[in-house]
């Protein structure tokens, strides 16, 4: 039996190495079929895991326990009110982020002096680490000494709680979010907008289009696959956020920042439960795997409308 | 076994992601003795007559025995951190041991413990560790019996194991099985500092509006009233507090006072809760209120350090949490109060004064390869001589230690605090009043923290009245416990 399957092994590699010879091309395979192996093969453990009762302080006593911990996730209150929280931050989040980083963009587009200093600047927030961000902005959000509400008073304006209220903590977290995300938003579109031939705007200019018209008829239907692109990017950020809700409120106060991420870490890390904190993380990667599946075919279909392929 | 570990950690990592982050505690007991008990038979050391405070190279060991390792120690951003930054060379030095302290945030380095001890790939060597860690990590902590009572690694007369607060001691004592008590089983950390929870109050603001200090808690709400003024133009809150969001620390520091002193134990020994209980609900509601009216904006999630930072810049009159915080109040470098400060016990019910506690200390990882190296670490940082150097000269308080909270340095460091009013009630507090109140449990508590925490919050926005949030937080309480199989109602 051994020599038979020795053999028949020795076969297969020389077929397939007689195939190789054929097709040189084949060869890029190998790379393919080793990077899906290291991707592929925790994720499966992942999904194996979450059928058991791993225990982080316990691994060496993990048992098969089914779909248990799938069906207390969706019987557990924390799950909606976590779903509810990822969700509402991604749609919050992605909803303030475009047409502000838009916005960002044509003004950076124009002829101005100092452009150059301010395009420099833009890129600061990217360089911060998110963690940093949070923190920083954490202190100005101080409701007692933070920069924020020292300019509200001077202001005369009413002091806010910021991240220490239930009802503003969330909206907090996404301010903070649209500030260290922006200028991603802003330098992709602004690059887009100058791929656009002034040419077209000339034309439309001559036909008597006006500022608005030009933006509605032209800027937006030639910019919507970088729309969508960017959407893409900042819905697979906003929806695995951590850093900057951990490092800003904790998932507080309460549970009102309470992400599906930060369940999930809750579960496995601080409660060592991975077997339970897993089903959270794989049904935030599936939500993830659909919102960003159909920008992609968004995506698609408007390089198609607009030509680009 | 061990590459299913690492795949197991990858596994988790991939999807989870690595990230970083802070120490949330847990969830409640409360034993209404004033004083715990308890050193472990098996470690017991009879303390010497006239015992004193050496220096390491007066023990009888052989501190070179493992000289060319090298150690690597998990700790997080805290004043002993910053002495043994300081003195590690020292310890370099005697052993010929390198020493490699990596410091991150809390939450980073509670994941970088869950994965190396998940994986058992030893990374760290030894781990800064706190009681609501210990009990997620008891598990891989070593026992330290077996090194105490090695005379080749230890000099027990040296080392002093009795020279601890008995209550430090029986903290970091346990059997590894949640809901059975402290005290019994193995140490599996040794501290390096402590605390207990007392009143610290602006006595100059105190004597000048003629402000009695209060010894109940409805004098510190009445007291708080009357200290929230505008002081020479500054706004001065009357009281401040631990935020409320996880409700793990009110209850450490105040919580389980005020419920202890009317003789309702909010957590029982059946993991049965009592939050809503007639005779707490108004003390609750004034504590909450108080802060709300009388405490600065944001109280509600305030953490230790706003809480430091909002009587050490003259913002706040009063507070009662953390002892160790006067080492920060009474640093002209780092406070606005030094000298204008005083202290006394937390206040007391009808049942009595009763404070919980926090330590911080080093427990070694099971999957050390240098464990022998390890233990001369631990050996040598939780001395009574280097806790005496790090209190006296980096301000890491407490001191776990009764021989180095007497030393004549430390004494000489805090003579002036309060006038003298810090130590003496520091002193009282750990005598008579201060123990572990929660009850031994490890992964419920950062829910319990953030579900109770939540409808205390919902209160105090004024969404829901006492008595709900109250009740509502009790049905959550023994829900978590009911699910966790602790609960024998």
Redesign the interface.
């Known amino acids: 039996m051994m020599f038979e399957a020795s053999t028949s092994v020795k076969e297969h590699v020389s077929d397939w190495v007689l195939y190789a010879r054929k097709n040189p091309m084949a060869m890029w395979l190998i790379p393919s079929f080793l990077v899906a192996c290291i991707?592929l093969?925790?994720?499966?453990?992942?999904v194996?895991?979450s059928f058991t009762n791993?225990h982080?302080?316990?691994?060496?006593q993990v048992k098969w326990v089914g779909l248990v911990n799938w069906i207390k996730m969706f019987q557990h209150p924390?799950f909606w009110q976590a779903l509810n929280v990822t969700i509402r931050f991604w749609l919050m989040g992605l909803a303030l982020a475009i047409p502000l980083g838009l916005g960002a963009a044509m003004l950076l587009n124009q002829e101005f002096q100092g452009r150059k200093v301010v395009r420099a600047l833009l890129i600061v927030p990217i360089m911060i680490p998110n963690?940093v961000a949070a923190l920083t902005w954490n202190i100005m959000m101080?409701?007692?000494?933070g920069v924020l509400?020292f300019f509200l008073i001077k202001l005369h304006l009413p002091?806010q709680?910021?991240?220490?209220?239930?009802?503003t903590a969330l909206n907090s977290v996404v301010i903070i979010d649209l500030w260290w995300s922006i200028a991603f938003v802003a330098l992709v579109l602004m690059a887009a907008l100058q791929s656009v031939s002034d040419e077209i705007y000339d034309s439309a200019k001559v036909d008597g289009a006006n500022g608005l018209q030009r933006f509605l008829y032209i800027t937006l239907p030639l910019l919507t696959p970088h729309l969508i692109l960017v959407a893409i990017y900042r819905s697979i950020d906003l929806l695995?956020v951590?850093?900057i809700i951990?490092?800003a409120?904790?998932?507080?106060?309460?549970?009102t920042t309470?992400t599906l991420?930060i369940e999930?870490?809750?579960r496995?890390?601080?409660?060592?439960?991975?077997g339970e904190?897993?089903p959270y993380?794989?049904l935030l990667?599936a939500v993830l795997v659909i919102i960003v599946g159909f920008l992609e075919w968004l995506w698609g279909r408007s390089r198609h409308f607009v030509g680009a392929e | 076994m061990h590459n299913r570990s690492m795949f197991k950690s990858l596994a988790v990592l991939l999807v989870l992601g690595v990230l970083a982050g802070c120490g949330a505690p847990a969830a409640p007991t409360a034993t209404p003795k004033p004083q715990p008990t308890a050193v472990p038979q098996a470690t017991a050391v009879p303390q010497a007559t006239g015992w004193t405070i050496r220096p390491p190279a007066e023990a009888k060991i052989n501190w070179r025995q493992e000289a060319g390792k090298t150690l690597t120690i998990a700790m997080t951003p805290h004043p002993y951190t910053n002495a043994l930054d300081a003195m590690k060379s020292e310890f370099e030095e005697l052993t010929g041991i390198k020493v490699n302290i990596v410091t991150n945030p809390d939450t980073a380095t509670q994941t970088k413990i869950t994965n190396d001890l998940a994986s058992g790939t030893g990374e760290f060597d030894v781990f800064f560790s706190g009681h609501t860690w210990d009990w997620n990590y008891w598990p891989h902590f070593v026992a330290y019996e077996e090194y105490l009572n090695d005379p080749t690694l230890t000099d027990l007369e040296w080392y002093n194991l009795e020279d601890y607060y008995p209550q430090m001691l029986e903290s970091v004592t346990w059997d590894g099985v949640e809901g059975h008590k402290l005290g019994t089983g193995k140490i599996k950390n040794l501290p390096v500092t402590m605390e207990t929870y007392i009143l610290a109050y602006r006595k100059d603001l105190f004597d000048k509006y003629g402000v009695k200090v209060p010894t109940t808690w409805q004098e510190v709400f009445d007291a708080a009233e009357k200290l929230t003024v505008v002081d020479n133009g500054v706004q001065v809150y009357g009281f401040t507090s631990t935020g409320i969001a996880s409700a793990y620390r009110i209850f450490m520091t105040n919580f389980h006072n005020i419920y202890l002193g009317q003789g309702v134990n909010p957590v029982d020994e059946n993991f049965d809760s009592h939050f809503d209980d007639p005779k707490v609900v108004p003390l609750i509601k004034g504590y909450l209120d108080t802060m709300k009216n009388y405490g600065p904006p944001g109280v509600n999630t305030n953490n230790w350090n706003a809480v430091v930072s909002g009587i050490a810049t003259g913002q706040v009159a009063m507070v009662i949490d953390g002892d160790f915080a006067a080492a920060t109040y009474e640093n002209p470098e780092a406070s606005q109060v030094a000298g204008k400060m005083a202290y006394a016990p937390a206040p007391a019910g009808p049942n009595g004064r009763f404070s919980g506690t926090w330590y911080w200390g080093l427990a070694m990882n099971e999957f050390s390869k240098n464990k022998k190296a390890a233990w001369l670490f631990v050996e040598w940082a939780t001395s009574a001589h280097t806790l005496r150097e790090a209190a006296a000269v980096q301000r890491s308080f407490d001191p776990p230690r009764e021989s180095v909270m007497n030393s004549p340095e430390v004494a000489a460091l805090v003579k002036d605090w309060g006038d003298g009013s810090w130590m003496t009630t520091v002193k009282e507090a750990l005598a008579n009043y201060t123990a572990m109140r929660f009850q031994t449990q490890g992964q419920v508590t950062g829910d319990w923290s953030k579900q109770v925490g939540g409808f205390l919050t919902q209160y105090f926005e004024g969404k829901i009245t006492i008595e709900g949030a109250l009740k509502s937080a009790t049905d959550a309480s023994n829900k978590i416990y009911d699910d966790k199989g602790l609960r024998k109602p």
């Open positions: 991707v093969a925790p994720f499966a453990y992942s194996y895991y791993y982080a302080m316990h691994p060496d924390n963690v101080q409701p007692l000494g509400n002091i709680r910021w991240l220490t209220s239930t009802d695995k951590f850093g951990y490092m409120t904790e998932g507080g106060p309460g549970r309470t991420h999930a870490y809750d496995a890390f601080r409660q060592m439960l991975m904190g897993l993380a794989l990667t």
